[in-house]
């Protein structure tokens, strides 16, 4: 079982504009045979040299439509071409690149790196296996400043905290879902419609917003949200790793705070993960 | 000599509209007696505690109406407040959370972070000195995908570098300059007319760029720009953390590769700087 | 499901002479129902701020023995006490405070940092389920400058790496075990044998060390030798994140460099893992 | 003004024992003249690939008998052999590389990686001025679990802390001196002999240790403890970033904690910096 990262620059152009994808991507390969780990035999083994060179070529040939695309190209490569591999998986992740703007107008051949959240994908097969497509975004950071609480938990002589109806729900989002069969999906279209579902769902109706009781129950409407939009999604796992922020106590300083000046609490940093699926999807 | 780091967040709101800062401030103190070293005699010492303190209290009754005038806040009060103070600077820097935006209206209550760029400012102040005020823009990566090259240098026996005309340009600016007499301006307005001009200097026109013969020429570039567009700036300093990029060979694999797949060179690593001010500044 | 990460510090003392413990632990629970997710119910929910308190209230009572003992306190305290907790995992990790010596003499009360290798373990259970106990190592950077080749791999059109019988090898080793029926062990005794294992595998004899044939082979001498030293271990994975190191090519600047000068290859970064146990524990 | 970054490896042997540096150099040139930068004429621009041949060139020729030797050695011969430079500084770091031992006896060929500190070095010159020599540790972490106070420190309505009079003292060293004129020195014996005492200052006496009314006084007592003790030392500044521990307050949860449970307080994070140097330095 190994893996091993490669880093590199996609550019096309169409005329005179240029576009460009930078990509991190990972492959992971089991063989059929441990051989190589039990007698030193090194016949079967594929270097990761080999791997890089192909990722490469691949992209050279292929381009990178779409991270999703570039992930299955890369399994099925490594699944027609060696017949020692049981199992391969591709992990691919994005540098997020988007366009200057000047004015309204886009540039020709100039970028800005905007990280405001990260995609990636994953897909994997085992021989004689389906291919399976997975796409995310990672490291998006969202706060709400009010419509968030926490109260009715569960309490005894350990409990030290109080209830709260109007805290700062904060945190990093890590988002996770699985295709179906995904033959001709537009995998960008899709994805940039469940990164708008997750934000709506986050934050409630521009005006108002919408009341929080949990993270967990926060974490539970975003995947319920995606479900209902996106068919073509069939199981979604979010984890929440969340900022608490505390109100200062000015009493001593003589000041009332009301919720005007908060400091992060670092410690306990706490998380909540939860997956969730179609009916359908488990029965099967 | 000390100094600490307070990290925290300010909200305030207009009607039903809520506004978030959160900012770390590192505040540096500079003592008249270094009998604190010398003889342990803690009876002028600031506790970090209570600089956060002054901190956290300034927030709260001032606001952060624009970074700059927090930090100058700040170094106002430590100089009229304390006697044993015989330097005081203020580094404040923000987290760049953006209101979020659901099919163009803006959220009520709703943030996204989103780091194409770090703002910073500076203010700094010895007694009877007069206060000086930086302001900057940091981890901002741009990247042009043609309209550069490094032609026509210095050559030697250690030379194994070729020309070239058409490589990528890439890499993470720093930029930090001064203002002047700095009374009643308009910070956050100015602070976004030079970012923009860094932006516009480093592309280039929209539809075809400009031609960068280096790194440290596209460096002058800017900073030229930068004091021609904005009055207030006095000197600027721009330093630019290159990553470069190797055209892969890939004729052993068989294949022409013409500048469509692109490989990061982590060593070496280079950065080049440079400070410009107006000459009038120079000859004061 | 939620976790949460809690750093402290515990003191103890044996006459004057103090003793540190510096931890990082993160409890993960699952309750027996979703309601929290669906129903925004929180009633059974703990919050984070009492799993902190928890965790600090058993520091105090219990000590921390050994971080093993300390998972397992925290383990058996959540299956205990709350009964709508249906999984419990407890992972804990050391920082490398070691007592500093002062020309051979061991100091009352003071200690620095030597983070060669992280401790660490995790103890978890599902209610109605046996108590298990990992423990582990990582962050362990480990180099042999020669001893180490890479020949006979599989070959095609795309491999273009050369077979090397003399190459570096150098990476971070990440190794986790388990231990079987648990009860009565000397964790701290036990986890040093283990680490000493690993190191007297990687390296051979002192005196002429072990060719390796591969990284594989490495992982898999490691994971050999400690199962047959260490009869506790039930299984052990080993996880090794190469960094490649290739001779610099010199002939342009006029010079033969017999592998005196190498520079780090960081991409592709390579790893490999594998996991082995005894006979007896996959047939149960 | 540009530098670069450099990491590379430095193997030698002596009959069949290897030795092995890890450096990371770091080279910065300023050149006579800013043509580069005005006009974009690169014709005196020495490329960072053309930097990085001659750093390892000189490793290949030279080796690495100590860093700050090879750091001399870089500054030399840029200055000798390029009438365009106006001023060169190297930095130099090492990967810290220590030879492993099995039961006391050193391995011929295998390393541990032991970061407990890390050693650089730095040596500037300017055309016709004379080289300068600085050396140093950083990341150095240390801790003493008794024998530290904070009392009589300057109060008003802002105070919040405390008096102290038995704390933790923990934080990070850095700390970096200058050579005089360094003719001949002996720098890897004597750089050990100032980390000697650097641990010696902070933990005072074995057996009972030695009372810190401050962080500030601390670092004093280092400065001090070096200048009397190494007579080639001019100059020694030291930072010491705090990291602050709290006592966890236990009677919301019925307990007395007498100093055995202490979390880290992240916020606010302190540091002290000072530079000590000699009579005769400062006069001169």
Redesign the interface.
Known sequence: ????????????KEG?K?F?KEVEVCAHLRLTS?Q???D???????????????V??L???NGIPSLEQFAIDICNHFMT??C?VAYVKAYVQEVP?QR???DG?????????????IRFCEAEQCRNGPLIVFAGIKD????????SG?????K??????PERHDR?LCGEFFCKWSYGECKDFDFNCIWKKIRECI??S????????EYS??Y??T??CIQMHVLSRVPQVQVIEVVLNNTF?NV?D?K????T?D??????V?????????TLGRKSFFEA
Not at 40 to 54: E, Y
Not at 109 to 117: A, E, N, R
Not at 140 to 147: E, G, I, Y
């Open positions: 079982y190994g893996k091993n990262t490669i880093k590199f620059l996609r550019l096309h005179k240029q460009v441990p190589e780990y039990l030193g035999n090194n016949s079967l083994v594929i270097p990761t040299d080999t791997i890089k060179n192909i490469l070529v992209a050279k040939k071409t060696f020692q690149w200057l703007h000047e107008v886009p540039h020709i051949h100039s970028f800005i790196c905007v990280p405001d959240g998006l950071k969202l706060m709400k400043t009010t419509q926490f109260e009715g938990f569960y005894n002589e350990h409990t030290t905290l700062i934000l709506e986050f934050a409630g109706p521009p005006d108002c917003g009781p949990s967990q129950k974490v539970n922020y200062v000015m001593n300083l003589g000041l705070n919720k005007e000046v908060l400091v992060p670092e410690t306990p940093y706490g998380s909540c993960t939860c």
